[in-house]
C-alpha cells in the first residue's frame, strides 16, 4: 500500500498508540484508550502493568492492548521475557512487542537469538496472539539487521519492528525497506520511534511497514486529513 492511496480509516487501522511513560497514570490510560477507541486505532503500545486497565477500558472494541515485554533494554533473561509474556496474555494482551537481547547480538551469539524469539513467538502462536520482535536499529549495524530479519522470516513472528523509541534514534525509511526486503511476504514490519508528522509516517508506510507505533497519531491524522484537503502542500519532514 502506498501512502497516496491509503485512505483514513486505512490508515487509523495502522496506528500502535503509544503511552510507555514510566509515569503515565491511570487517566493517561484512559485518554489513549478512548482515543484509540474513538478513531479505530489497531492497539494501545503499554507496558505489561496497565494491561488489565486498559482491556477494560476497551471492553467491546476493535482495538488491541499490547504489551511491551523488557522494555526498552532487552536485557532480561529468555525464561524471564517468557514469563511476563505469559502474565501479560492472561492480564488480557491481545498482542507482544518484546526487545531482542542486544548484549548476545553484539556477542554474535545468534542461537539464543533464534532461541528466544522462537520460545516467545511460540507462547503467542498457542495463545493466538500477534507477536512483534524489537529490533532496536539505532545499536545495530546493517549485517545485524540483515541476520535478525533472516532468524525472523525463519521463526515467523508476525511483524519485526524498529524501534523501541528510546534508543538514540527511530525508525529509518531505508531501514524499513531494507528489513522488509530480508524477512519475505510472511512477516510484517512496524516502524517506530520518532515518527510524529504525516511526512515522516508517509515515509514508513511507502519503505513497506504496515503499522506505526506512534505517540502522536492524534497529530499525524490531522496532518493527514489537511494534506487531502489540499493535495498539492506537502507536509514538511
Given at each position: 500500500?502506498?501512502?497516496?492511496?491509503?485512505?483514513?480509516?486505512?490508515?487509523?487501522?495502522?496506528?500502535?498508540?503509544?503511552?510507555?511513560?514510566?509515569?503515565?497514570?491511570?487517566?493517561?490510560?484512559?485518554?489513549?484508550?478512548?482515543?484509540?477507541?474513538?478513531?479505530?486505532?489497531?492497539?494501545?503500545?503499554?507496558?505489561?502493568?496497565?494491561?488489565?486497565?486498559?482491556?477494560?477500558?476497551?471492553?467491546?472494541?476493535?482495538?488491541?492492548?499490547?504489551?511491551?515485554?523488557?522494555?526498552?533494554?532487552?536485557?532480561?533473561?529468555?525464561?524471564?521475557?517468557?514469563?511476563?509474556?505469559?502474565?501479560?496474555?492472561?492480564?488480557g494482551a491481545d498482542e507482544i512487542d518484546y526487545v531482542v537481547n542486544l548484549g548476545e547480538i553484539k556477542?554474535?551469539?545468534?542461537?539464543?537469538?533464534?532461541?528466544?524469539?522462537?520460545?516467545?513467538?511460540?507462547?503467542?502462536?498457542?495463545?493466538?496472539?500477534?507477536?512483534k520482535v524489537i529490533f532496536e536499529i539505532c545499536y545495530l549495524s546493517q549485517r545485524e539487521i540483515i541476520?535478525?530479519?533472516?532468524?525472523?522470516?525463519?521463526?515467523?513472528?508476525d511483524y519485526i519492528k524498529t524501534s523501541t523509541g528510546f534508543g538514540t534514534h527511530g525508525a529509518v525509511?531505508?531501514?524499513?525497506?531494507?528489513?522488509?526486503?530480508?524477512?519475505?511476504?510472511?512477516?510484517?514490519?512496524?516502524?517506530?520511534?520518532?515518527?510524529?508528522?504525516?511526512?515522516?509516517?508517509?515515509?514508513?508506510?511507502?519503505?513497506?511497514?504496515?503499522?506505526?507505533?506512534?505517540?502522536?497519531?492524534?497529530?499525524?491524522?490531522?496532518?493527514?486529513?489537511?494534506?487531502?484537503?489540499?493535495?498539492?502542500?506537502?507536509?514538511?519532514?
Amino acid at each position: 500500500m502506498k501512502s497516496n492511496e491509503i485512505t483514513r480509516d486505512q490508515l487509523c487501522r495502522m496506528f500502535d498508540h503509544t503511552n510507555l511513560k514510566a509515569y503515565a497514570q491511570k487517566e493517561d490510560f484512559e485518554t489513549l484508550c478512548r482515543e484509540a477507541r474513538e478513531n479505530h486505532f489497531a492497539m494501545v503500545a503499554i507496558n505489561p502493568a496497565p494491561v488489565s486497565l486498559c482491556k477494560q477500558l476497551l471492553a467491546g472494541s476493535d482495538v488491541h492492548v499490547g504489551a511491551a515485554i523488557s522494555f526498552p533494554l532487552g536485557q532480561e533473561t529468555i525464561e524471564m521475557k517468557e514469563t511476563v509474556t505469559k502474565q501479560a496474555i492472561a492480564n488480557g494482551a491481545d498482542e507482544i512487542d518484546y526487545v531482542v537481547n542486544l548484549g548476545e547480538i553484539k556477542n554474535g551469539n545468534w542461537d539464543y537469538i533464534e532461541r528466544e524469539m522462537s520460545g516467545i513467538v511460540k507462547i503467542c502462536r498457542q495463545e493466538q496472539v500477534i507477536s512483534k520482535v524489537i529490533f532496536e536499529i539505532c545499536y545495530l549495524s546493517q549485517r545485524e539487521i540483515i541476520h535478525l530479519a533472516k532468524i525472523a522470516g525463519k521463526v515467523l513472528p508476525d511483524y519485526i519492528k524498529t524501534s523501541t523509541g528510546f534508543g538514540t534514534h527511530g525508525a529509518v525509511a531505508e531501514t524499513v525497506r531494507l528489513m522488509k526486503q530480508t524477512v519475505g511476504e510472511q512477516v510484517k514490519v512496524k516502524a517506530a520511534g520518532g515518527i510524529r508528522n504525516w511526512a515522516s509516517c508517509a515515509a514508513m508506510i511507502d519503505a513497506g511497514a504496515e503499522r506505526i507505533g506512534t505517540s502522536s497519531s492524534l497529530k499525524i491524522l490531522e496532518e493527514f486529513d489537511r494534506c487531502r484537503s489540499c493535495p498539492e502542500s506537502t507536509p514538511a519532514l
